[in-house]
């Protein structure tokens, strides 16, 4: 069965700081993968996903992730972070043949500080 | 509206009730999901439904779960005889085709039981 592990449940960076959010997957196959936001108050929004090809994919709000089939991992990337990225990050994989069916790990929780 | 709607937004019932708890997809998507999102972890997935069809209901917990999407459109998830457990956020997402890896998340039902 497909699986997600965040191994970080909170992390604080400063304002300006770079930021990595990690993210580890469990699949027998190439993964579908997905980083989402939670912001307070607002529903879950799609940062970026990797289906295939580029291992390193852009996403909204400045976001990048890179694949990487050797380690398994799908970390998630910003190399100057802004006070308004603070919310809760979900890392996602989606199930063969139904893409939208996201299997989500437990969430990091991102701190900003001034 | 322009997107997910969820309600209520909040619903607090008392162990032994029925509740409801409505969705209302984006216009025009074809796909709509359940999820419930216990305090501190990820959203687990419920069910799924291709237009008024659900394809896949793997994840409801229990038989006092049941949803139903009657004419392809607005959802609602009923739960049955409430449980202390079943204290949660219940996510709907919708996504144009269910192949696409963008799901469109509502802010959430929040649901006690007391």
């Known amino acids: 069965a497909q699986s997600v592990t965040q191994p970080d449940i909170h992390i604080t960076v400063s304002e300006g700081a770079s930021l990595e959010l990690r993210c580890n997957y469990s699949?027998?196959?190439?993964?579908?993968l997905f980083w989402y936001v939670q912001s307070p108050g607002q529903g879950l929004q799609l940062l970026l996903k990797y289906f295939s090809g580029d291992t390193l994919v852009q996403g909204i709000k400045g976001f990048e992730a890179e694949f990487k089939r050797s380690q398994s991992s799908f970390n998630l990337r910003k190399p100057s972070v802004h006070w308004s990225d603070a919310a809760e990050y979900f890392c996602?994989?989606?199930?063969?043949?139904?893409?939208?069916?996201?299997?989500f790990g437990t969430g990091t929780r991102l701190q900003v500080f001034p | 509206g322009a997107g997910v709607s969820q309600s209520p937004r909040y619903k607090v019932a008392k162990r032994g009730q029925d509740v409801a708890l409505r969705c209302d997809p984006i216009?025009?998507?074809?796909?709509l999901f359940w999820y419930q999102q216990a305090l501190g972890q990820g959203p687990e997935f419920l069910t799924y439904f291709q237009n008024e069809a659900q394809l896949d209901k793997s994840g409801l917990p229990s038989d006092r779960f049941f949803a139903e999407r009657p004419e392809g459109s607005v959802s609602t998830l009923k739960i049955q005889r409430t449980q202390q457990e079943d204290s949660a956020v219940y996510l709907c997402?919708?996504?144009?085709?269910?192949?696409?890896?963008?799901?469109?998340f509502g802010e959430g039902s929040r649901l006690t039981v007391l």
């Open positions: 997402a919708s996504s144009l085709d269910g192949s696409t890896g963008e799901l469109f």
């Open positions: 699949y027998g196959a190439t993964p579908y």
């Open positions: 216009s025009g998507h074809v796909s």
């Open positions: 996602a994989v989606g199930v063969p043949l139904n893409t939208d069916k996201l299997i």
